[in-house]
Structures are given as structure tokens and as C-alpha cells.
């Protein structure tokens, strides 16, 4: 443990259990199958329900007026497609996970939030020496998996460790880069600063680019938050735009040079990186652009009410194939008015969560940034990837709203 000893009190237990379990939850599915999933969706059921039956008030009634409406709708257009898979896939994907964002929002508040954040960090460091021993051994920890990429004679293989997918996994490591990026903005020790440096690091050895991008792309976003707390004049406050600015001419450097090390690992990581920006002739990119103009061609059959909730996806069992883009997949399953219902609701506490930041304490405001670089996190991997349709990448969404809702309100309220 870094620092003092901790000690898990009984407000923060149900929050650890949520995030251990989901950060891991290919380890407890394979040992015990349904056991733990259930005993998470009762724990979040509870949270919801107390989250709106303690101190209802207006707001809280506008927001489950969102949420009512967003599920009738879900159910009503999953009824017309006449399949029960289906409706059975959409309840779930649509209407259960949407309730975590309350259910977060209801334990987040409750529960000793720095010392959560210190677990859950001391977990990332676990999993990312995990996702190297993986990498180095080529060998999986729990279940198999045949995705490899190859650069000349070089064999990349992806790690996975407690995720159904090396994409899944890499969005993983990129929220406990950012928890404990937070912890060091937070608490100064430099010591969270290396680990978020690793935990970002270790997202190499999932080959997913995603991930990657979307995690320094937060951690940017929540930097430059965090530099504008400083006062103009502070020397921190000068050091830190020049960090950027160098950070930002490294990154534009490894993309756009052709430099090679002689290292076949790290030339294969560099290799991986630029490709990035190479949407001609990398054959992901390249896929990804068809299934998006696929995608769109599914939306225009169906523009106003969409094609049905859990039509496309790697779950339902009966998905007509994969968007690679949550965006697209809540488009064309929607259509027009459920997307406009659905993503009301995500942007009304994003909207809200920006109005207390204004009038929020210094420490609060630390909060609010942490909550809003997971989210936009979650959300820029979901452009490119339909990453949000896996629970453990939804309960990390809701970790984030659920974090900014939770703000709104005082410890009496929840």
C-alpha cells in the first residue's frame, strides 16, 4: 500500500465491491459463474432505488422522467421488433446499465471516496504487471484468445487479463491511469504519477490504439483543468504549459517519423502508434470506415424510430453484425428520437456537473475533473469503438456521470 495503512469501512464497501468485480470480472465469471454478477446488479438496484427514494426533489424527478421515458421507449421499440432475444439483450444493454449512472451516483456519494481511489489504483498497479506478464509469457491468465498482429517477422500479442477483450482491457487500464492521475493532482505524492505512467504504458501490450489515445487525451484534458486552478502568474503554472507543449511535439513526432530503434518490441509499439493516423492503409481503420458506412446505411433504413435496440453488437444473439462505433450503434438501433432521449440525459448532468464546477471549492473542482476525464475517456474510445455495450466499460461510464451527478448534491440528499 502506498502510505498509511487502510482500513475498508462500511460506506465504501459496496462502491470497492462494484469496482473490483467489474475491473476483474473474467476472473470471478470463470471461477464462479453468475454468483458475483448478480450479487453487483442487486447492490446497483439498491443504489438506485435509494437514490431516488431519499430526498426526491426536482431535479431528481426531471431525471427520472429522462430515465422513465428513455426505457418506455426501449421497450415499446424492442416489442415491435418481435423478438424476444432481443427485447431480453435491449432491457439489459439499454435500460439496466443506464440505471448505474444513479446507482454510482447514490455509492460514489456515500462512500470515503479518496480511500476507494487508493484501492482501486493499488489494483491497477496488480493488473498492469499482469497485462506485461501476459505480454512477455504470451500466454492468457484466463480464457483464449487468437487475435494477433503481426510487423515483418515480429508477433504482437495482445493481453487481456480480466477483460472479454483486449479493447475492453485497454479502456480498463486507461481508468486507472486517471484514477491515479487524480490521486496525484490530489495528494502531490509523485509516487501516483509513476503508477498512472505505467498503468498508461501497459495499454501497449493490448496493441489497442483506442484506448490509448482516449486515455492521454484525458489526462491532457484533465491537466490543463487542473493548471487552470493555479494562479496566472504561478511558476507551476508556466512549467506546466511548457509540459504540454513538449509532450504535445513528441506525440505529433513519433506519429508523423518513421523512426525505428532496433528493438523489435518497441519498434512495433512505435509501429502501432502511427498507424493511428493511417486511415488508407491500415487494415483496422480500413474495416472500421466499412462498418461505419455500414452503420449509416442501417440508419437510413430506419431514420425517426431505428432499426431495434440491440440489433447490431458482439452480444445479442441475434446482431445483424458490429457498428465499431457506439455512437453509430445508439443511431442506427434508435433512430433519431431514442438517441435524442438517451444522450438528453448523459449531457444534462454533463451540463449541470459544468455549472457546479463554476461555484465548486478547489477540492471539488479535483473531483469534478477526475469524473469528467473518465467520461471523456469512455466517451472518445465509443466514437470509434461500440466499447460501451460491455458492462465493466458501462459501469466505468457511470463511474464518471454517476461521479458528476453525485456532485449536485449534499450528503443529506443522497
Not at 498509511?4 to 464497501?13: A, H, L, Q, T
Not at 466517451?379 to 465493466?392: A, H, V, Y
Amino acid at each position: 500500500m502506498i502510505g498509511r495503512k487502510m482500513v475498508i469501512r462500511k460506506n465504501n464497501i459496496p462502491l470497492v465491491f462494484l469496482m473490483l468485480y467489474f475491473l476483474t470480472k473474467m476472473l470471478w465469471d470463470k471461477s464462479v459463474p453468475y454468483i458475483f454478477e448478480i450479487i453487483s446488479i442487486l447492490i446497483l438496484f439498491n443504489g438506485f432505488v435509494n437514490f431516488f427514494t431519499k430526498s426526491l426533489n426536482k431535479q431528481k424527478i426531471i431525471y427520472l422522467f429522462l430515465y422513465g421515458t428513455f426505457s418506455i421507449y426501449i421497450l415499446i421499440n424492442g416489442i415491435c421488433q418481435n423478438s424476444f432475444a432481443q427485447i431480453q439483450r435491449s432491457l439489459y444493454e439499454y435500460i439496466l446499465y443506464t440505471s448505474f449512472i444513479f446507482s454510482m451516483a447514490y455509492y460514489i456519494k456515500k462512500a470515503d471516496f479518496i480511500k476507494t481511489c487508493k484501492i482501486i489504483s493499488e489494483l491497477g498497479i496488480i493488473i498492469s504487471i499482469l497485462s506485461w506478464y501476459e505480454w512477455i509469457s504470451k500466454s492468457y491468465l484466463v480464457g483464449s484468445f487468437a487475435n494477433i498482429i503481426t510487423y515483418g517477422n515480429y508477433i504482437g500479442f495482445r493481453s487481456a487479463v480480466f477483460s472479454r477483450s483486449f479493447l475492453s482491457h485497454g479502456v480498463v487500464l486507461g481508468f486507472f491511469g486517471i484514477i491515479s492521475f487524480y490521486l496525484y493532482l490530489t495528494m502531490k505524492n509523485k509516487n501516483y504519477l509513476l503508477i498512472s505512467g505505467f498503468n498508461i504504458l501497459s495499454i501497449l501490450t493490448t496493441s489497442s490504439r483506442g484506448p490509448l489515445v482516449s486515455t492521454v487525451v484525458a489526462i491532457f484534458f484533465m491537466y490543463i483543468f487542473k493548471n487552470n486552478l493555479l494562479k496566472k502568474h504561478d511558476k507551476r503554472k508556466i512549467m506546466a504549459n511548457i509540459i504540454i507543449i513538449v509532450a504535445i511535439c513528441l506525440i505529433i513526432f513519433i506519429l508523423l517519423s518513421n523512426i525505428k530503434t532496433g528493438n523489435s518490441s518497441i519498434d512495433y509499439f512505435l509501429y502501432r502508434i502511427r498507424q493511428i493516423i493511417n486511415w488508407t492503409g491500415d487494415a483496422g481503420n480500413v474495416g472500421r470506415l466499412k462498418f461505419w458506412s455500414e452503420a449509416l446505411n442501417y440508419f437510413k433504413e430506419s431514420p425517426i424510430f431505428g432499426i431495434g435496440p440491440s440489433k447490431t453488437g458482439s452480444w445479442g444473439i441475434e446482431s445483424i453484425g458490429v457498428t465499431e462505433s457506439g455512437i453509430l450503434k445508439h443511431l442506427c438501433e434508435l433512430g433519431i428520437v431514442g438517441f435524442s432521449l438517451y444522450y438528453i440525459l448523459f449531457f444534462s448532468i454533463l451540463f449541470k456537473g459544468y455549472k457546479q464546477y463554476k461555484i465548486a471549492s478547489n477540492r471539488d473542482k479535483l473531483k469534478l475533473i477526475l469524473f469528467f476525464g473518465v467520461v471523456a475517456m469512455v466517451f472518445l474510445n465509443n466514437i470509434t469503438l461500440q466499447s460501451t455495450e460491455e458492462i465493466m466499460i458501462f459501469i466505468i461510464y457511470s463511474f464518471g456521470l454517476g461521479g458528476i451527478l453525485s456532485m449536485n448534491y449534499k450528503d443529506s440528499e443522497v
